[in-house]
């Protein structure tokens, strides 16, 4: 637009690639535009680029992204050669700016409208691509082994999200994430599991003279010796657990669907519950 008028000189829409992003939009936008306000200018005349975009206003002023990075340059190489001054400036957007509001309804109207005869594949583009398939795949391959998880697995009533690592993986290190994964799976250190893959030498009863089950953290009588440091939930009472099933219910506080591996991190730490039953050479 120019300044004192209220119709704008020119407008235009297009579409991207369907391998492209927003950020890709924008540049080209900017790119669009410029070219068209400089085949309307006289030599001499001020123009100035208004866009919402940081990042896009950073590539245009200073290092050209990866991403659209042949229309961050030819923006650049018209603003070097423009015989009068190119600036760019930010517009605060949805803040009722008619330019700016122009703007926004034609970007949606090109979403519809015949793709841009420049538009490419990018590569921010493809990454998203590329992550939008691996999360389908892994939702598909969890699907299809879902069905064969033993009893023992699904009794946890885990969710599956394959937008975000499960924290355990974040928080625990890898002994406390051995026998995390352990627990939750059943095979590892236990009495059940040397029984079933006749494991001869393998020591079958914790330190205190039980066997070794899945469960025998939240009932083993030297962890319980440190009970006042166990981390504990909410902000009820510390009641020591007394049945067996008080004592799956802080499992399920430690390990379940609604579990928290820092508290399973506090637990392995005060406790050194493992250290105590784990005769050496057995993992």
Known sequence: MQPGKDEPIAEGKGKLDDCGVVFDAEALGAWRGLERALQEATPGTK??????????????????????????LAFQKA?????GTVRVKWSPGHMGIEPNEIADRLANLGTKASRDPDTRPT????????????????????????????????????????RHHPEELEVLTRPQLQRFLAIRTGHG?????????????????????????????????????SFDKWPWPGEGPRIRPQTR?????YLRFLMGESGDPLAFKEFFEVTRFYANICPRGHT
Not at 47 to 72: K, P
Not at 126 to 132: F, P, T, W
Request: hydrophobic residues 30%.
């Open 47 to 72: 123009v100035t680029v208004c866009l919402d975009n940081t990042g896009v206003i950073w590539c245009l002023r200073g290092t050209a992204s990866e991403n659209s990075q042949w229309a961050f």
């Open 189 to 225: 250190d236990f009495a059940w599991y040397h029984r079933r893959y006749k494991h001869d030498e393998a020591e079958l009863r914790c330190g205190c003279g039980r066997p070794k089950t899945l469960d025998h953290l939240a009932m083993c009588r030297q962890t319980r010796r």
């Open 79 to 83: 603003a070097d050669t423009w015989h």
């Open 123 to 162: 590569l921010a583009g493809v990454r998203s691509q590329v992550r939008k398939r691996l999360r389908g795949l892994r939702t598909n391959i969890w699907r299809a082994m879902e069905d064969k998880m033993s009893r023992r697995y699904k009794s946890w009533d885990l969710p599956y999200d394959t």
């Open 245 to 249: 099933a008080e004592k799956k219910e």
